[in-house]
């Protein structure tokens, strides 16, 4: 099947997203002002690189990796909870070539959890997450993305997070703007926070800054990393 297939490609981001970064989260915290330009230009470079080589993978590459993963996530879970029954998960709807879980998703109804997605209410602010079913009916928010065009929010108990890069330690690289952070920062208590992508996307470190909140799990189609139940 040819990417000119995959849906989710008709709602993907711009190729630059440094416009939409919040000063706060734009990777130049830090004590050192030189050190903190060159992680900020390290990580611009990086996640530039990464989104390049993922893009380049074919749709069914991105599909085999997505098959391969949500076994492992089940896994986990049972790790973490009796059952998903009374709970809620929040994944993504899928942009530029990221895995897409939405078929995983769809199955919870029946385990009795519920899905959601993130939503950006306000630019620079925490992510709110909307309950979603494959009923839904979807409208287009921030940067164009699909979301539920109605519903209130709810608290999610675990949160799928796609990476772009990510790190032994946990930390995950994304997109820049800082949504996943500040959300996480400001959940009490804090879901179970788990990071999905490539094993191909892994780095030596991602240089973490004081605002990064790092992973309890970070899950590839080779196997699960960064499992730390203490966090």
């Known amino acids: 099947m040819s ?10 981001s711009p190729p630059c997203l440094a416009h939409e970064i919040d000063p706060a989260y734009a990777d130049m915290v830090g004590t050192d002002p030189q050190q903190a ?47 998903l029954d009374g709970l809620t998960v929040s994944a993504w709807w899928p942009i530029r070539a990221e895995l897409d879980l939405r078929d995983w998703l769809s199955s919870l109804a029946a385990r009795g959890a519920r899905a959601a997605l993130p939503v950006v209410t306000t630019r620079h602010a925490p992510l709110e997450f909307h309950a ?3 009923q839904t009916p979807m409208t287009r928010g921030f940067r164009d993305i699909p ?13 799928l997070a ?11 690289l994304g997109y820049g703007g800082g949504y996943f952070d500040r959300t996480l920062a400001g959940l009490a208590p804090r879901p ?6 490539f094993e191909a996307a892994r780095l030596a470190t991602i240089f973490p800054q004081p605002h990064d909140i790092a992973m309890q799990a970070i899950i590839t189609e080779t196997g699960v990393a960064a499992l730390d139940p203490a966090r």
């Open 3 to 12: 990417d000119a297939k995959d849906n989710s490609r008709g709602f993907a």
């Open 37 to 83: 330009l060159e992680v900020t230009r390290w990580r611009t470079a990086e996640r530039a690189r990464l989104l390049g080589e993922r893009a380049a993978l074919s749709l069914a590459a991105r599909k085999a990796a997505a098959a391969a993963i949500t076994p492992r996530l089940d896994q986990l879970l049972a790790r973490h909870f009796d059952r």
């Open 132 to 134: 979603w079913t494959p």
């Open 147 to 159: 979301v539920p065009a109605a519903g209130p929010a709810v608290i999610p108990d675990i949160v």
């Open 162 to 172: 796609p990476l772009v890069g990510w790190d032994g330690a946990g930390y995950r």
């Open 192 to 197: 179970l926070a788990i990071g999905i992508g």
